[in-house]
């Protein structure tokens, strides 16, 4: 994955098992902090971070057209930030990446599903707050 340097700009590449982690710019040296912020992924790069992660993700299976899902996208992001290197998020556009709606079985969305070790261990669909999705997250070790 490609993160930005919040101190110089450059792009630092960041393995999947460390989107997570604290780091430092490979260039400026400056803190390269752990992912704060939902992460929009491929069929490609969700498997590498959910292959990978160490700690739990909490994937939201959305889509443009879809109001609730819009309604969702703040609290999808405030359990980002409030849970930063303890878990991530991962945001999944089931219009751009049916193959893994049809993976999931989604039927309807917003879908969120928390996955540990690869496996998925809570799913919901629906709308649904920071703090009960944050509460998810925790029962699964973040």
Known sequence: MIRPCPSCGA?????A?????????????GALPALDVPLDVSAAAFDDVVTHAKVPVLVDFWAG???PCRMAAPH??????????RALVLKVDTEANPE????????????FVVLK???????QSGLS???TMAGWLRAAGA
């Open 117 to 123: 070790d690869g496996r998925p261990v809570r799913e």
């Open 100 to 111: 893994l709606a049809a993976r999931f079985g989604i039927r309807g969305i917003p879908h």
């Open 11 to 15: 792009n630092n590449r960041v393995p």
């Open 76 to 85: 999808v992001k405030a359990v980002a930030d409030e849970l930063k290197g």
């Open 65 to 67: 057209w879809c109001a």
């Open 129 to 131: 707050d920071a703090r």
């Open 17 to 29: 098992a460390h989107l997570a982690d604290h780091g430092s710019c490979g260039k400026c040296k």
